[in-house]
């Protein structure tokens, strides 16, 4: 019996017959997968993963083919009408054919083509409803992939990943191509998004208690080299071919969204992420927007966290001149140190000894305590590098003095250090600054963009197939 059925399911699978009913494909598949389970158990060198491997394999040519007709059958239903602007289509013309890479293999689907009078443009109806229209030949849920797999990890690994994983082969540079065509449509998509969250007259929803929105900024820096093919004309006149650019990050989030586990690590339980290379002007318009969406319209306050970084201040300054602002505890405390080690030099105990009491007073206490302890060691200084070095630090602590309210802070319950939107730059730099590693301002842009899409618990608005959210799963 075995043999038979193993046969007939092979024979099928050859002459690939698409005008078999589903039916008849599936009672083939059916029928392979019986021979598979049974092999499963005879051979004594097989565990569970070879079966979980063929019968994916079994049913690889009923899923294809389902795909196939799939496609082709809304193809067919489509009206003759431009899908931009809804006219009908004139001049039209059938049977052009496209093939293109799915979950399950290459399929070929015949199209109707026709002439928008009032795009002064050809369009194929069935492309857009079949979700084709911006890939350069894949699948939703090919380009779903190839879109997650190239902004998590480098593309050569991302290849060998989707062929282990599903099967699906793509040369690594169409696998990139895609990839970034994806995060171009990403980007347009954030426009639409962030104008509407501009834009939009939010309902009042009824907040039972009143709460924080808490806006952190920081910035990191990435390789890149824009300059493709002219770098040994640009070595002769010398110049390195390569640039840093910054990064520039924010993330956003509900004071009451702020927990603990049961282990007692904190977490934030529902949170707002941004990340540009486009510079300020954007981080500004997509963090607002992010805020906006993370409900700071309702919010009774808000509160910006960073570090001291002049470029963070103008612009919250600027843009939520209500909100308040605080300096990052630990870059504080490193100031605090900066000056210990002008005055102490070499002197770890005694640096320890005058740092340690200092710290907890700025941070239990107040800042203007500390700022008198500075000024007395600088008054007992001679003019020399070590009164320059104080007196920097004793310059840093009057300009952030009103940023420096820990006790208050701890007080209310709010957080004193930017560690979120400092833990979330590392994650970033982990996928974008490996050895060896370049960018173009296009293309880091348009990765950075699909990795904010998948935190921010958006992919789904990219890939409507999918209703993951990897806040959420
Ligand atoms: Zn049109």
């Not at 894949?138 to 902004?151: C, E, G, I, T």
Request: net charge positive; aromatic share 6%.
């Amino acid at each position: 019996m075995t043999t038979t059925c193993l046969e007939s399911a092979t024979s099928g699978l050859e002459s690939g017959t698409s005008s078999e009913p589903l039916a008849v494909l599936a009672a083939r598949a059916a029928c392979a997968l019986e021979c598979s389970l049974q092999r499963l158990v005879l051979a004594s060198d097989q565990n569970l993963g070879h079966l979980e491997v063929q019968a994916a394999q079994d049913v690889h040519e009923l899923l294809r083919q389902t795909i196939e007709r799939g496609a082709q059958a809304k193809a067919d239903a489509m009206p003759p009408t431009c899908p931009v602007c809804g006219q009908p289509l004139s001049r039209l013309s059938t049977g052009h054919p496209r093939t293109f890479e799915s979950r399950f293999g290459s399929v070929t689907v015949q199209r109707t083509r026709g002439y928008c009078k009032r795009c002064h443009k050809w369009r194929v109806p069935a492309d857009t409803a079949l979700g084709l229209e911006e890939t350069a030949g894949y699948s939703p849920a090919v380009q779903d992939m190839a879109a997650l797999l190239v902004s998590k990890m480098p593309v050569e690994e991302a290849r060998a990943v989707l062929a282990h994983l599903t099967g699906v082969q793509l040369p690594r540079a169409t696998l990139d191509r895609e990839a970034k065509r994806q995060g171009q449509r990403a980007q347009r998509l954030r426009t639409e998004l962030d104008q509407q969250a501009a834009t939009e007259k939010r309902q009042l929803e009824l907040t039972l208690e009143p709460y924080q929105m808490i806006i952190q900024l920081d910035a990191w820096n990435i390789r890149e080299r824009d300059a493709w093919g002219k770098s040994a004309a640009l070595r002769r006149q010398g110049q390195e071919p390569e640039r840093w650019h910054w990064v520039y990050t924010g993330t956003c989030f509900r004071l009451d969204h702020r927990g603990h586990t049961d282990g007692g690590r904190p977490v934030i339980t529902e949170r707002g992420f941004v990340a540009t290379r486009q510079g300020l002007a954007e981080l500004r318009q997509q963090l607002h927007a992010e805020a906006l969406r993370r409900g700071l319209s309702q919010a009774a306050g808000a509160l910006v966290i960073a570090d001291g970084a002049v470029w963070i201040w103008r612009l919250a300054d600027d843009r939520w001149p209500q909100a308040r602002q605080r300096l990052d505890f630990y870059h504080a405390a490193q100031h605090l140190a900066a000056a210990g080690r002008a005055l102490f030099g070499e002197d770890k105990d005694k640096l320890k000894a005058w740092l340690k009491p200092l710290i907890k007073q700025l941070k239990n206490e107040s800042a203007i305590k500390v700022i008198h302890k500075l000024e007395q060691a600088l008054a007992a200084l001679g003019p020399g590098p070590v009164a320059v070095a104080v007196a920097r630090e004793v310059d840093y602590f009057h300009e952030h003095q009103e940023r420096m309210d820990y006790r208050a802070a701890q007080r209310a319950g709010e957080p004193i250090g930017s560690g979120p939107v400092e833990a979330t730059c590392r994650q970033a730099q982990c996928r974008f600054k490996r050895p060896g590693q370049f960018w173009s301002q296009a293309g880091d842009e348009a990765l950075l963009c699909l990795e904010m899409f998948w935190r921010n618990g958006r992919w789904q608005l990219l890939f409507p197939h999918t209703s993951f959210n990897p806040a959420r799963n």
